[in-house]
């Protein structure tokens, strides 16, 4: 059984699970990031987010590296001729991800939630683990008690089955935790799990809305 969640006073907290994406949520957007890559690339400053999101093959291999169909060496290899024909596939999704930045807010606030005893769950779909392992590059894999990730379960956001998978790895009902994603797609749902959602769009914003929801305080490490 999960432990209590208290207040710094001892009172019990409204929520016992935080259940976290990763990109845009537990880092900054990486819009700028890969827009600058691509630059750096010789590539127009759109090629990435126009391969993944609008070209039809780049979307099927995306769609299949997220629930574990093919690995990132694999989709390394298909993608890169896609955004130029120079494009080296060797580390692609290292190269282009690995400038962007943490979002130190937001993994304080999950911190605080940890620490005042609120069970942690990282629902993420993938982008990879292999070569680059976005996770444990951004220093974040062990703050969470568990760990959902599209590649390793054959599953995705929005799928219902993976919000029911990680509520039974919390071994927690949907009205006792918190969902936070940055897309608002993923978000339905979870809430038809009784899941209280969070819209994140902006760190700061977000950040304020979970700790008066948690009844907990964000402090960066100076």
């Known amino acids: 059984m999960p432990r209590s969640a208290t207040t710094h006073n001892g009172s019990a907290l409204p929520f016992r699970g935080l259940i976290l994406d990763f990109a845009g949520v537990l880092t900054d957007s ?37 629930i574990g169909n093919i690995d990132q060496v694999a989709w390394n290899v298909g993608t890169a001729p896609l955004l130029g024909p120079h494009v080296d596939p060797i580390n692609l999704m290292g190269r282009a991800w690995a400038g962007v930045p943490v979002a130190r807010r937001m993994v304080a606030l999950a911190q605080a939630a940890r620490d005042a005893g609120v069970r942690l769950a990282l629902l993420s779909n993938s982008f990879g683990l292999e070569p680059f ?12 008690d568990v760990h959902v990730v599209s590649e390793l379960v054959g599953m995705a956001k929005p799928d219902p089955a993976i919000y029911e998978l990680t509520l039974s790895e919390l071994g927690l009902s949907g009205p006792e935790c918190v969902f936070v994603d940055d897309h608002a797609v993923n978000l339905p749902p979870a809430a038809e799990l009784g899941i209280t959602t969070v819209h994140a769009q902006d760190e700061q914003a977000a ?12 402090v960066l490490a100076t």
Do not use: K
């Not at 950040?207 to 964000?218: D, F, I, P, Q, S």
């Open 133 to 144: 392992d976005p996770y444990r590059h951004a220093g974040i894999w062990d703050l969470f």
């Open 30 to 66: 990486p819009l700028a990031v890969h827009r600058a890559w691509c630059t750096s690339e010789g590539l127009d400053e759109e090629a990435w987010r126009r391969t993944l999101n609008e070209d039809p093959v780049g979307r099927q291999l995306y769609a299949a590296l997220e």
């Open 207 to 218: 950040v304020a809305h979970l700790e008066a929801l948690l009844g907990v305080v964000a």
